[in-house]
């Protein structure tokens, strides 16, 4: 506490001008966007396609000469076999004789492809490489760092890398010196906004093993196309002397409407800082780094509802700096104060920023992610034959141990006879895996998440708890991936949870399957609750639920719903989302699976199914065992309850006789042929019951709620027995239980209704059908 207290006195007269700093610094970008609308303009793009059969690898030396003795070897052997290729040393003003070694060692008469650019004095890292670009004789220019080892065939997958006339820059993969350390920097470079600023990052994936976008290309590792470079100006000087300089040109590319790829068969060798680390302090490094990350937003963030945020996080920034000193990616006063006193720069380089975007921010940060990558630029097939469907799952499919888990794992047996299927399953426990081996044997791939325990929102958070559960950021890097790696077509997401990864697309088709309504699932729910702080926590989750569910819904093209009920009900409070949302085409069974009739049926016993995971389960049986179940053992006293379910209640909560727990079993379908009843108790929740559409194919007579048949039934007798109270439910039973001749009857007419209406083949079928129409229909407008 001293020690902060003692650091906010020290800051407190820069804390004290940091709004003032802030707000000259926001009126000062303001006047600049004014005069550029009405006295500025567009530059127009002219895209020339790059040679690529040779380059000129720039490399700047800042008294850096034992690190030419190292690597220059590497980088005359990288252009030994690409004629017309050249090494340019932009010497920047080094006064440890690199110069004269060079002139010494490595003499133009031996070395006519080496060339020494002597600079007067040290331009900084921007300064030199643009001096070098100018220099360099060929349409595509490598630059790298001078503590940059290059493998022998790295320049022929960059040049390859060129593929049409947009591409901006190619970036090599990159490893560290010391294959020990952390590996802090892979050339698979991120970038996002968050928090009112911009984060960066660099990806390790090895499954990357093709071209493929990133957000920037490192200035020490990567090719540019020369005409492009120069056209943007090249690197800023408002960024001296360092870091940033290639983030902002990246950016700058990207709001260009250029592309900058990746290129993980291109490998070079880092020794990390090998020049600025030596030759700078780290809180001198960390001052640079803390001011250009102003200036980046100054200069590149042209949209004011972004920026008015940037201005208030960097203000909280700095305050909260002023009490617990720096960290990376807060701002502090000092920062501010580095950066205001730039002002006049940056709004320069703000005017030129704008006359070179020909797309908004908002679009710029989009196209470096994979997957809008894939929307934009890939070439996509108007009306595919097979679709290529990416199916993303919350929980596990094999075996399927819950509804939810049974309509996947039948989609996905169906769905893969029509459409190329890869799919991303969130596993429990990492163990899980093995038994997933079995989709393989029809899907194209399979990647897994394993979920870690997740803690709730805090109170004040607008996420839903369900949601929270499943927020990763390595489940939006699977789907980022597979999309573009797999060629994806359409997005399936599962259940609400998942939709949280939802994207508006141009081309590619986001769709959504509600399993059940969760907000209305919820509103049931509540007068089941026991105790006030549940019920309290409820209503809270209610309307997280109901605020999130109807702000995800609009951003999918398509919302399917299991029962014409739920899409009357989501209509109702999205009428313009009507035409998106479909029910029939998800929730069903592989009829065909089933025995029918069964039997034979052992009299008096009745079977109960169901996860005990789900909370409306849990209630039901509650219900049935206290109110339903005495009044049917005092009429039939054999009357006999079969409960089967993972994750079963403990034994003392159901003490009586007449109640077996027979907790998770492999294969439900026994019980479903010598049962000679099914009750479907069930009294909250929303959606189609599986258990019943099983309980119908298989042949069992069904008792159920109104609620619990939803979708399903809305007829007394006709495909089952419905009640809502206790006796009435209860009288049900006991009437089929003695009547097994009307009992089959009924079962028949369920049976019917299933092959006719539920069957997983003919509404997959339609589903696909679906897909094709939608894709026709956004990939033609």
């Known amino acids: 506490m001293k020690t902060s207290f003692l650091r906010l006195l020290r800051a407190l007269p820069l804390l004290i001008l940091a709004p003032f700093l802030l707000a000259f610094s926001a009126l000062a970008l303001a006047v600049t966007d004014l005069v550029w609308l009405i006295a500025g303009r567009m530059r127009p793009v002219a895209n020339t396609q790059p040679e690529k059969c040779a380059a000129s690898l720039v490399i700047p030396n800042w008294n850096g000469r034992d690190l030419l003795e190292r690597f220059l070897p590497s980088w005359l052997a990288s252009i030994s076999d690409h004629a017309g290729s050249e090494v340019v040393v932009v010497d920047n003003g080094s006064t440890d004789g690199s110069a004269a070694w060079l002139a010494e060692y490595y003499p133009p008469s031996k070395y006519p492809r080496l060339r020494v650019l002597e600079l007067p004095q040290n331009l900084g890292f921007g300064g030199g490489s643009n001096a070098g670009f100018r220099a360099a004789k060929n349409d595509i220019v490598v630059l790298l760092n001078s ?156 949209g004011w509802n972004r920026l008015a945020g940037h201005f208030f996080f960097a203000l909280a920034g700095a305050l909260v700096t002023g009490w617990s000193g720096d960290a990376p990616g807060r701002t502090s006063a000092g920062g501010i104060l580095r950066a205001a006193l730039q002002i006049k720069g940056a709004m320069r380089s703000r005017w030129a920023a704008r006359s070179l975007a020909v797309v908004d921010d908002s679009e710029a940060f989009r196209r470096s992610q994979p997957v809008y990558f894939h929307d934009r630029f890939s070439k996509l097939a108007l009306k595919p034959e097979r679709p290529r469907v990416l199916f993303v799952a919350p929980y596990p499919i094999c075996p399927p141990s819950h509804g939810g888990g049974l309509f996947m794992y039948y989609t996905l047996r169906e769905l893969s006879r029509r459409c190329d299927v890869h799919v991303i399953v969130v ?170 009739p069964g039997g034979p049926r052992e009299p008096y016993t009745m079977l109960f199914l169901g996860s005990f995971r789900h909370t409306p389960n849990q209630v039901a049986l509650e219900w049935f065992a206290r109110e339903v179940l005495p009044l049917i053992v005092q009429k039939i006293p054999a009357a006999r309850l079969l409960v089967a379910g993972a994750e ?134």
Not at 198 to 207: I, P
């Open 147 to 302: 503590d940059m080892r290059v493998e022998p065939d790295f320049l022929a997958p960059l040049l390859e890398g060129f593929t049409d006339t947009a591409v901006f820059a190619v970036s090599c993969q990159i490893f560290l010196g010391d294959r020990a350390k952390r590996r802090e920097e892979t050339g698979l470079t991120e970038g996002w906004w968050q928090d009112g600023g911009l984060r960066v990052g660099h990806r390790e994936d090895a499954a990357v093993d093709r071209l493929f976008p990133c957000f920037y290309g490192g200035g020490g590792s990567c090719a540019f196309d020369r005409g492009k470079f120069l056209e943007t100006g090249g690197f800023d000087e408002l960024l001296a002397p360092f870091y940033l300089e290639d983030t902002d040109l990246g950016f700058l590319a990207w709001k260009r409407g250029w592309k900058v790829l990746y290129q993980p068969a291109s490998i070079v060798h880092h020794e990390h800082r090998g020049t600025i680390g030596k030759r700078f302090t780290p809180a001198y490094i960390e001052s640079i780094l803390n001011k250009n990350f102003l200036l980046f937003c100054w200069k590149n963030i042209h």
């Open 427 to 596: 596993l429990d426990y990492a163990d899980q895996r093995e038994a997933h081996r079995e989709l393989l044997q029809y899907c194209r791939t399979v990647e897994f998440h394993v979920r870690t325990a997740n803690r709730n929102p805090h109170l004040a958070s607008a996420m839903p708890h369900a949601v929270h559960e499943f927020e990763s950021p390595h489940i939006e890097w699977l789907i980022q991936r597979q999309t573009l790696l797999q060629d994806i077509d359409v997005i399936q997401l599962e259940y609400t949870h998942m939709g949280q990864y939802a994207r508006p697309f141009q081309r590619l088709v986001c769709a959504s399957f509600e399993h059940d309504v969760y907000f209305q699932s919820i509103s049931r729910a509540l007068p089941f609750m026991k105790g006030s702080v549940a019920r309290i926590k409820a209503r809270f989750e209610y309307l997280r639920a109901i605020r999130f569910e109807l702000g995800m819904l609009p951003v999918c093209d398509h919302i399917q719903v299991c029962t014409r009920e739920n899409k009357e009900y989501l209509e109702g409070f999205l009428p313009a989302l009507a035409p998106r949302i479909d029910a029939g085409m998800r929730a069903g069974i592989e009829t065909g699976r089933y025995p029918f």
């Open 648 to 781: 079963p209640p403990p034994r003392h909560a159901f003490s009586d006789p007449a109640i077996e727990l027979l907790g998770f079993v492999d294969d439900i379908q026994p019980l479903f042929s010598a049962s000679a009843l099914f009750v479907c108790p069930i009294r909250s929740g929303s959606g189609v019951r599986v258990k019943l559409l099983e309980a119908f194919a298989s042949g069992i007579p069904v008792v159920s709620t109104y609620l619990g048949a939803e979708g399903l039934a809305r007829k007394d007798g006709e495909f089952c027995a419905l009640a809502d109270d206790a006796a009435g439910f209860a009288a049900h039973v006991v009437m089929l239980l003695e009547d097994s001749e009307g009992a089959a009857r009924m079962a028949g007419r369920a049976r019917g209704e299933v092959e006719a209406n539920w069957d997983m083949e003919v509404i997959t079928n339609k589903l696909v059908d679906k897909y094709q129409t939608i894709l026709e229909s956004k990939r033609t407008r």
